[in-house]
């Protein structure tokens, strides 16, 4: 099992505020590895110093086994790297069919043709303004737009946010099925119980630290731990016992 | 009645250079984040340009070439000058174009020198078409439908083409785009080519009705910017709109009180200012 993402120490600021404190982590091929923790401990930055977007000040970020610390954001795309951002940032004046239409071109399986087929509600909608989606539509989109540039390897920020359960599910069915066609996935999730139910490993940040790490259903058997260090209240894993 | 006539489409014609003007501005406002002060400069150069490229490949070549060559004076611009700016105080890339601009003007100044120069038409342009519109030459008409192709040219290229739809997208997020692979950094300067491009083709329209002097972009530069503020800014038809329109005024009051024929333009913009402050259309995201 080869190593997709290889991140070790890093730091990142935002202005002069200091956010990461030396953050490392490894994604193999072919698993879904969740990010944890509360609001504010620097799941989101993370991702973005992952992409590029908030360059890390120190550290070092291996991709496919290629040193891309410092690289701009467009590079790392290119490698085969699909981020879905926090909050979806589709573009909402845009048409669903314009959407598509803005990621880099790739070879590989994922043409409009075939995204289409895989998200028919997107074909349906076409035409709509993004901004006129419903949220489970935009988070489809989102994750539509990622997957155009032909990844290996998928970033997720908190997909499930601001969903309907149901939808909730189709989203984490998609996740699973694209790593079974061997995409490695990197989740960050507010809603813990919801990403160790669908993860094989998980990370746990606390203050822009990394505090734990182990497989997904070791952390998930211990619901103190992860009430502890991820912050999940009773009252989600109560609404994921109803889905 | 006919001196009304005659100011209203003389107002339409500079109207009509406010809007190539404004277009390129708002475009390169949108992307690339830079309010643009050399644009006056770039549309003179333009000028210029076609003046000494006609000799040669006549005027028609120099209608084509001349723009083009100025684009891509404007992507050596943006690539040496204004990328390194981006994501700084907009004040710096405020004073870099003012500057850019004051040098541009010298140079036009020790090249061609600082008197005007005359721009010749061809003469199949310069008849008039009516007998009583004597002022509806075929070149004012000429220069009117250009225009309008022109800017039709470049809204089909906005919404049809993967380039035109990435320029959209990222002037509502440059950094989506970028992290769908896009290179944030060619599209910047595509797009800041393009704009500038506009200004070397309202340049060349301009010295064969204005003549042709080294600051003739500055006189047309405050009333583009008023253009897209009463168009609203971040729409592309807003600021065409606002182009015509603030032209077809000043051509409609200088017909009653020549005098007032400026400062209309400014009154129209604080009218819109208060009744309207995002402009006619500056209503939602760009190009809707």
């Known amino acids: ?243 | 009645m006919e001196l009304l006539l005659f100011n209203i489409f003389n107002g339409l014609i500079i109207g009509m250079f406010y809007a190539l003007m404004a277009l390129g501005l708002s475009l390169i406002l949108g992307l690339n984040g830079i309010i643009n002060f050399s644009h006056g400069a770039f549309l003179a150069l333009g000028g210029y340009i076609a003046y000494s490229l006609t000799p040669v490949i006549g005027f028609w070549g120099a209608l084509i070439v001349s723009p083009f060559a100025v684009g891509l004076i404007g992507l050596l611009a943006e690539r040496v000058l204004i990328r390194p700016l981006y994501g700084r105080d907009p004040l710096f890339s405020l004073l870099l174009t003012f500057g850019l601009a004051m040098i541009m003007q010298d140079l036009i100044r020790t090249f061609w020198g600082a008197t005007g120069l005359p721009f010749t038409i061809p003469d199949t342009l310069s008849h008039p078409l009516s007998q009583v519109y004597f002022f509806v030459t075929g070149y004012r008409v000429f220069l009117v439908v250009l225009s309008l192709f022109a800017t039709a040219s470049l809204f089909a290229l906005l919404r049809f083409t993967r380039v035109g739809v990435r320029i959209r997208a990222g002037n509502a997020d440059l950094e989506t785009v970028s992290a769908l692979g896009i290179n944030i950094y060619r599209l910047r300067a595509i797009n800041f080519a393009v704009g500038i491009l506009f200004a070397g083709l309202a340049g060349v329209l301009a010295a064969g009705r204005l003549g042709l002097t080294p600051t003739m972009g500055a006189s047309l530069l405050m009333p583009s910017f008023v253009a897209i503020i009463v168009g609203g800014v971040g729409s592309l038809l807003g600021s065409m709109l606002g182009g015509i329109i603030i032209g077809v005024a000043a051509g409609i009051v200088t017909t009653y009180y020549p005098a007032a024929s400026d400062v209309v333009i400014y009154l129209i913009m604080a009218v819109v200012l208060v009744v309207r402050p995002r402009g006619l259309l500056g209503q939602e995201g760009l190009l809707e």
């Open chain 1, 1 to 243: 099992m080869s190593a997709v993402l290889v991140a070790e120490d890093l730091q990142t600021y935002y202005g002069k505020s200091h956010i990461l404190h030396g953050v490392s982590l490894t994604v193999n091929e072919g698993e879904i590895v969740t990010l944890l923790g509360r609001n504010g401990a620097g799941k989101t930055t993370t991702l973005r110093s992952l992409m590029g977007l908030t360059p890390p000040k120190q550290g070092r970020i291996q991709i496919f086994g290629q040193d891309v610390t410092g690289w701009p954001a467009y590079k790392i795309a290119r490698l085969g790297v699909g981020y879905v951002p926090e909050g979806r940032k589709i573009f909402g004046h845009l048409t669903v069919h314009d959407n598509l239409r803005v990621p880099a071109l790739t070879k590989g399986r994922w043409t409009l043709e075939t995204i289409y087929k895989l998200f028919p509600r997107l074909d349906e909608r076409r035409s709509s303004k993004g901004g006129q989606l419903s949220g489970g539509e935009q988070e489809m989109l989102a994750i539509a737009r990622a997957l155009l540039l032909n990844p290996r390897f998928l970033i997720l920020d908190e997909p499930s946010q601001g969903l309907a359960p149901v939808i909730v599910e189709d989203v984490m069915n998609t996740i699973r099925t694209m790593r079974d066609e061997g995409i490695a996935v990197l989740l960050v999730e507010q809603n813990a119980w919801l990403a160790l139910r669908n993860a094989d490993r998980a990370y746990v940040l606390g203050d822009g630290s990394i505090v734990h790490e182990g497989p997904a259903a070791e952390l998930a058997a211990d619901e103190k731990r992860v009430k502890a260090l991820a912050g999940a209240s009773l009252e989600t894993s109560a609404i994921d016992a109803v889905t």
